[in-house]
């Protein structure tokens, strides 16, 4: 299932770009030099991979917890079916709302790294690049919910790590050459990223099944061991 970060990655971005575009546009890189922006470009992502793998590593530790106490399978049904309801019933799960208290920490965080902007020292990028990988997002919250369900605090932090990197083309083509999508575009993209949302939480609710499916649908552990008893015995 760490394929389907990198996915919802490169398919979300669409919607990184309304929300983060902002910021990426705004990123102080040197116009004169291609080579030095490419290279300032390069530490802003880095940023966001260490932010988003961070949270990736916090959420697989839990997740690692629930797969001891053989709660795996059962935590992959739920997320999806979470991830389904968010898009399907917005007006329950208002993950804007419950983002508030974050969003106003962060805020404070980006009036007192204004004067970052005007500098163009390594540190400056990547620490934009961290801070706005904590900025609330719906997207980047499916994401987590999808890194809740892995099976170890590697694979979590992985399938952070892979969702931020599915975001860099779409994100860097924001800072190199503007606003290149035109609005009709984006408001066909913004229609198609809910349905995308929805197939991932259809595969993570096929993959708590069970059903045997290699890679897809694994069987759970204690399935496969009960079998191999009963073979022995």
Not at 42 to 66: D, E, N, P, T, W
Not at 111 to 122: E, L
Request: charged letters at 10%; glycine letters at 10%; a positive charge.
């Amino acid at each position: 299932m760490l394929w389907s970060a990198l996915l919802l990655g490169v398919f979300g971005s669409f919607h990184c770009v309304g929300m983060c575009g902002p910021i990426a546009f705004m990123l102080p890189v040197d116009r004169q030099s291609e080579t030095k922006k490419a290279f300032q470009v390069l530490l802003y992502h880095l940023g966001r991979l260490g932010a988003y793998g961070l949270i990736g590593l916090f959420f697989g530790i839990v997740g690692k917890s629930l797969y001891i106490f053989g709660l795996q399978q059962q935590l992959s049904i739920i997320i999806g079916i979470v991830m389904i309801l968010v898009i399907v019933m917005p007006s329950v799960f208002k993950l804007n709302q419950l983002s508030q208290p974050v969003y106003r920490v962060i805020s404070k965080l980006k009036s007192a790294m204004g004067n970052s902007f005007k500098k163009k020292s390594a540190d400056t990028f990547l620490t934009i690049g961290f801070l706005n990988g904590f900025l609330p997002c719906g997207l980047v919250y499916m994401a987590v919910f999808a890194s809740l369900a892995m099976q170890s605090p590697l694979e979590g932090t992985l399938y952070m790590v892979l969702f931020g990197l599915g975001t860099i083309p779409l994100m860097s083509a924001v800072v190199f050459f503007g606003g290149f999508l035109t609005a009709k575009s984006k408001r066909t993209i913004q229609r198609l990223i809910p349905i995308f949302i929805v197939f991932i939480g259809v595969l993570f609710i096929i993959r708590g099944l069970g059903l045997g499916i290699p890679y897809l649908s694994p069987t759970p552990m204690v399935d496969m061991a009960s079998s191999n008893l009963e073979c022995q015995l």
